[in-house]
């Protein structure tokens, strides 16, 4: 059976490793192991042991990175992490940010983490067991949490 990795932060303001899980139960029988760290500089590692350690087959980065400065930083430099630690493993780590300024409140931001994490969710299970479905969408103007933006015309 497919084991699916959770990485997830302390730092974020909504439970994202949560609604991911929820996601992936209500659509798969995936086994799940959640790993849970400070913030999303601590997110590569988390994903390397998740796969090294835990041997899931795929793995969910779940993180806020904040609205300063520094955090835009930080969110670069985590994400670096993942894209090493993918090609480290050979293996998908779906990236799940959510910015904190994306949204012009906490309710709005609660909400936009929540779609994002579960709209992901239904992402590694398409990447695992229907990939073809995927493959349909290409270049359809997808997007997880708002609005999908449709493909452009000439
Ligand atoms: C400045 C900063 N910003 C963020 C952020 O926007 N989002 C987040 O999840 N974590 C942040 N952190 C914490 C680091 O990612 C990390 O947890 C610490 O540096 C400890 O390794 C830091 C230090």
């Known amino acids: 059976m497919a084991k699916v990795g959770i990485a997830d932060t ?4 909504y439970d994202m490793g949560k609604a991911a899980i929820d996601e992936l139960k209500r659509h798969s029988s995936v086994k799940i192991e959640r790993y849970t760290v400070p913030g999303i500089k601590d997110l590569p590692v988390a994903c390397k042991k998740l796969f090294d350690e835990h041997k899931c087959d795929i793995v969910m980065a779940l993180g ?3 609205s300063k400065p520094t955090d835009k930083t930080c969110a670069h430099e985590a994400s670096m992490g993942i894209i090493y630690c993918q090609l480290m493993t050979n293996k998908h780590i779906i990236e799940v940010f959510v910015h ?6 906490g309710k709005e931001l609660a909400w936009l983490m929540d779609r994002r994490a579960r709209e992901h969710a239904q992402n590694v299970i398409k990447l695992l067991f229907t ?4 493959e349909r969408e290409a270049g359809t103007g997808q997007r997880q949490g708002y ?4 493909p452009a015309r000439q």
């Open 147 to 150: 609005e999908d933006v449709g």
């Open 131 to 134: 990939p073809k479905v995927l």
């Open 100 to 105: 904190e300024d994306e949204a012009p409140d």
């Open 64 to 66: 806020m990175p904040g």
């Open 10 to 13: 302390a730092f974020a303001r």
